[in-house]
């Protein structure tokens, strides 16, 4: 079973609650960071990934990476600009640590990558499992470019995984705090047909899977990481404003005026991804959230919140 664990992205949602839980599980913990961090019983090493400069010792020992690293994909507007930046994050990001891997000939078996259900682009209600295409647009592209540059760690023996992530749900940040906002000022309404699947997934899950990833030696190539019954975009936002006891419109507001407002982003709260987790159930996942009731109490009932 894996001991050694080195994180990239590790300052992000996923990382913050990733770190702990592995520590919790015995794991030793190190993570690649663009500045100098101090975290508590951490490793840390520094890397640049666009001056393609890492500091090799940080795969000293180590047998599994977890890679999360990742420009954020609704930070900034999409301009040509951004685009690149978005995807060399990923790909390049890849690239040096598959380089380094070689040239340390580093003790490495396992390679878990995050990609995103973007991967499928806007599919109405198609069920879409891992075996599906991929999809057409920006958000495809990158997914696919991301999770290509992933799999060349087959070539050098090592077990790929490549976790598809959907809408995360949490009290922190992510997709919930996006969706809330609006509706917490009384401006809640359905986005375009409000008809669009919404693959959530509770946090908890995302990093519970990660860690199965890691300790699985059956796990291989990729997996949606989504509740099993996705909802929709309409339902998902009744069911935050009867949370946080707002109204919601009865108007839905339009896809023009989003793209409008958003330009080519606006794909993000319009896209359609029905996607199943048949596969994470067959590896035997067993979830804590299965029912988004369930996940939102979590979240709004938390006395954090």
């Not at 919601?248 to 958003?262: E, G, Q």
């Not at 794909?267 to 996940?295: C, F, H, Q, R």
């Amino acid at each position: 079973m894996a001991k050694n664990i080195l994180i990239t992205g590790a300052t992000g949602l996923v990382g913050k609650q990733l770190i702990p839980a592995l520590q919790a599980e015995g794991y030793q913990i190190s993570i690649l960071s663009r500045k100098q961090a101090s975290i508590k019983d951490v490793n840390v090493f520094l890397w640049d990934v666009y001056k393609q400069t890492i500091d090799s010792n940080a795969l000293k020992d180590i047998d599994t990476i977890i890679h999360l690293a990742g420009e954020g994909i609704a930070d900034k507007k999409w301009t040509d600009e951004r685009k690149k930046e978005i995807i060399d994050s990923r790909v390049l990001s890849t690239q040096l640590l598959y380089k380094t891997i070689k040239e340390t000939k580093a003790p490495v078996t396992t390679f878990i990558s995050a990609s995103a259900v973007g991967f499928y682009g806007d599919r109405g209600n198609e069920i879409l499992a891992e075996t599906s295409e991929p999809g057409e647009g920006f958000l495809s592209e990158c997914c696919k470019l991301w999770e290509n540059a992933a799999t060349e760690g087959v070539e050098l023996g090592i077990r790929v995984v490549k976790i598809r992530i959907g809408l995360i749900l949490s009290k922190e940040d992510g997709a919930l705090k996006a969706m809330e906002t609006p509706i917490k000022l009384f401006v809640g309404a359905p986005l375009g047909s409000g008809k669009q699947w919404m693959p959530w997934i509770h946090l908890d899950d995302i990093v519970k899977i990660f860690i199965k990833a890691a300790e699985d030696e059956k796990m291989n190539g990729p997996y949606n990481a989504c509740a099993p019954f996705p909802v929709s975009n309409k339902f998902l936002t009744k069911a935050i404003a009867g949370k946080i006891n707002r109204p919601v419109w009865p108007v839905h507001i339009p896809k023009f005026a989003l793209k409008a407002i958003m330009g080519e982003m606006s794909i993000l709260p319009l896209m359609s991804n029905n996607t199943i987790a048949n596969k994470l159930l067959e590896a035997g996942y067993k979830y804590t959230y299965v029912n988004l009731d369930d996940a939102l109490n979590s979240i709004y009932n938390s006395p954090t919140h």
